[in-house]
């Protein structure tokens, strides 16, 4: 039986490994199953960073960055999760009142 550790760690490679071979010119049911599956890769991670802190509890100087990671993959999660939503929702309503971003609209924001 294999350790339950290395679960999310298959399920993420799995799902890293099909948005990897996803087109760029991808549908909108592919890019939307891309973003689902960035989520739950973000929720691995995660998972893999509270054991981490788990098992490094003694290293007071460790766990503070672990948590600090944990809480940024939640949001990330959560975001991705969100957008996801979002997009299935608006994309079964055909209201007029919601217009897709122009290609150059979507820019991202500086870093």
């Not at 990897?20 to 893999?48: F, K, N, Q």
């Not at 948590?67 to 959560?78: C, F, G, K, M, S």
């Not at 919601?98 to 150059?104: D, S």
Request: hydrophobic share 50%; glycine share 4%; net charge negative.
């Amino acid at each position: 039986m294999k350790p339950t550790i290395n679960a999310p760690v298959e399920a993420a490679a799995a799902a890293l490994a099909t948005a990897a071979t996803s087109p760029m010119t991808a549908t909108g049911e592919e890019t939307l199953t891309l973003v689902w599956d960035l989520a739950r890769i973000a929720h691995h991670l995660g998972e893999l960073t509270a054991a981490a802190r788990d098992r490094w509890a003694a290293w007071g100087t460790v766990t503070p960055h672990l948590r600090q990671a944990e809480v940024l993959v939640a949001d990330a999660t959560r975001c991705l999760s969100h957008a996801a939503g979002t997009y299935a929702f608006n994309a079964t309503r055909p209201d007029p009142a919601i217009v897709p971003l122009a290609a150059t609209d979507t820019a991202r924001p500086a870093a």
